[in-house]
């Protein structure tokens, strides 16, 4: 059965704090690891990874996948309380599935 | 402009109630779901349209029928709501191709706001 599994489940850090985020998949059919940020609404896109090895960034993020030890990791270096939300990974197996795992609840206190 | 809207954004209602929630995407996405969020933020996903065919079908309670008029447009209906089906719905639109051709930026799902339901 397909599998993602986030961690650590919540993280609580002060602001300036640098903090590393995990995602380990067991898919059928790998196309894509998806990282996403939810605050009060709907979850909003971060990053798409489908190569390993490649870093992707934006600003303060950044995220990396391998694909021979089935995980990925974001990073997000001096945090913000703007930084303060659930932290979403999706891994797309097939044509059209995504499953996402349980999420990375982070609080940064001022 | 909105580019995936559900309507209605709370819904609170009765146990037993037959309810419905719409959901329309205007980015020219072929693949339409609908995931539902529990208390602990575990999104799951429920279903899945490519042009308006049904392709992907988790094992939800057939209470719960999704319909699809057009690319457009999926909508969930769900009859005799119990208390289990309290959650956020979050609708969500994929650009994948009818043919099956997978480009970069075919992957990302964008997501509706979300239609929070509560069964009392």
């Known amino acids: 059965e397909d599998k993602v599994v986030q961690s650590p489940l919540s993280l609580v850090v002060h602001e300036g704090d640098t903090v590393t985020l995990n995602c380990s998949y067991e898919?059928?059919?790998?196309?894509?690891l998806l990282w996403y940020k939810q605050e009060k609404k709907a979850p909003t896109f971060l990053f798409m990874l489908?190569?390993?090895?490649i870093e992707k960034k934006s600003g303060r993020l950044s995220s990396i996948l391998d694909k021979k030890e089935l995980f990925s990791i974001l990073n997000i270096t001096a945090t913000q309380t703007g930084d303060s939300a659930i932290y979403l990974c999706?891994?797309?197996?097939?044509?059209?599935?995504?499953?996402f795992g349980t999420g990375t609840r982070l609080k940064v206190l001022a | 402009d909105t580019a995936v809207s559900q309507t209605p954004k709370y819904l609170v209602t009765q146990m037993g109630n037959d309810k419905s929630i719409k959901c329309e995407q205007n980015?020219?996405?072929?693949?339409m779901y609908w995931y539902k969020q529990d208390s602990k933020k575990f999104l799951k996903i429920m279903f899945s349209?490519?042009?308006?065919?049904?392709?992907i079908n988790e094992t939800v309670p057939n209470r719960f029928s999704p319909k699809s008029p057009d690319k457009a447009h999926l909508n969930l209906h769900i009859n005799s709501l119990e208390l289990g089906d309290s959650a956020v719905y979050f609708c969500?639109?994929?650009?994948?191709?009818?043919?099956?051709?997978?480009?970069?930026?075919?992957?990302?799902?964008?997501f509706g706001a979300g239609s929070r339901l509560t069964v009392l």
């Open positions: 969500a639109s994929s650009p994948y191709a009818s043919s099956g051709r997978v480009g970069a930026g075919a992957n990302v799902l964008t």
């Open positions: 898919v059928t059919n790998f196309r894509s």
């Open positions: 489908t190569s390993s090895g």
């Open positions: 999706a891994v797309g197996s097939g044509t059209y599935k995504y499953i």
């Open positions: 980015l020219g996405h072929d693949t």
């Open positions: 349209y490519n042009n308006k065919e049904l392709i």
